[in-house]
């Protein structure tokens, strides 16, 4: 079975410019949830999407969206880019959407902006 | 307000010997505890889970944590490491509380000496 795949893996942007990220889950899983990890905050919680619905949300601006897809693909968007957006983005899904169902992680998009 | 809390931001331990991480969380209801692993440039790989039962769980690679509710804690253990082992270890809780998102502590690095 096909883990969770992220594309593209790297990206360099400049400020002000906006970035659209990819997450394909597992076959069958319906939860997407992504995070920033960066060294100075550590890893935080984006957002959680199941069966097209955001279902939670972190505490980032407005620039940072998301969606799903009937396919259960999703994809995360940062709109006007900062220095400070630089880092690594993970997707993780599940089965279902519940603290009970166990996350599996892609490999992260390493964005990086100048 | 859940938290979790990983005290040593890294660690150096010589192969072949025994290995604790520890982890403390703060979560008002029955906890969903999870171990990760990280290396470099990575996603986040499951090293095991605690959901309900066996306060003792094992997981893949050798490792074990055990749950202790009376102390809040959630610690890591490994009898002999292996320097392949080296990497950053994650702590998590998942919480439904407002939504489902998974809440990280802030890792500890791993280093293994010869």
């Known amino acids: 079975k096909a883990g969770v795949t992220q594309t593209p893996r790297y990206l360099i942007k400049t400020r002000g410019q906006q970035v659209t990220l990819s997450c394909s889950p597992i076959?069958?899983?319906?939860?997407v949830s992504w995070y920033q990890q960066t060294p100075g905050q550590g890893l935080q919680f984006l957002f959680e999407?199941?069966?097209?619905?955001?279902?939670n949300k972190g505490n980032f601006p407005g620039r940072f969206s998301g969606r799903q897809f009937s396919n259960s693909r999703s994809e995360m968007n940062v709109s006007t880019l900062e220095l400070g957006d630089s880092a690594l983005y993970l997707c993780?899904?599940?089965?279902?959407?519940?603290?009970?169902?166990?996350?599996?992680f892609g490999p992260g998009t390493r964005l990086t902006v100048l | 307000a859940q938290s979790v809390t990983q005290p040593d931001i890294h660690i150096t331990v010589s192969e072949g010997a025994s290995l604790e991480l520890r982890c403390n969380y703060s979560?008002?209801?029955?906890?969903?505890l999870f171990w990760y692993v990280q290396s470099p440039g990575q996603g986040l790989q499951l090293l095991l889970k605690?959901?309900?039962?066996?306060?003792l769980v094992q997981g893949i690679k050798g490792f074990e944590a055990e749950f202790k509710r009376s102390q809040s804690s959630f610690n890591l253990r490994k009898p002999s490491v292996h320097w392949s082992d080296a990497a950053e270890y994650f702590c998590?809780?998942?919480?439904?509380?407002?939504?489902?998102?998974?809440?990280f502590g802030a890792g500890t690095r791993l280093f293994v000496k010869a």
């Open positions: 979560y008002g209801a029955t906890p969903y």
């Open positions: 993780a899904s599940s089965l279902g959407s519940g603290a009970n169902n166990e996350q599996f």
């Open positions: 076959s069958g899983h319906r939860s």
């Open positions: 605690y959901f309900s039962g066996d306060t």
């Open positions: 999407y199941f069966s097209e619905t955001q279902r």
């Open positions: 998590a809780v998942a919480s439904n509380t407002g939504g489902f998102k998974t809440i």
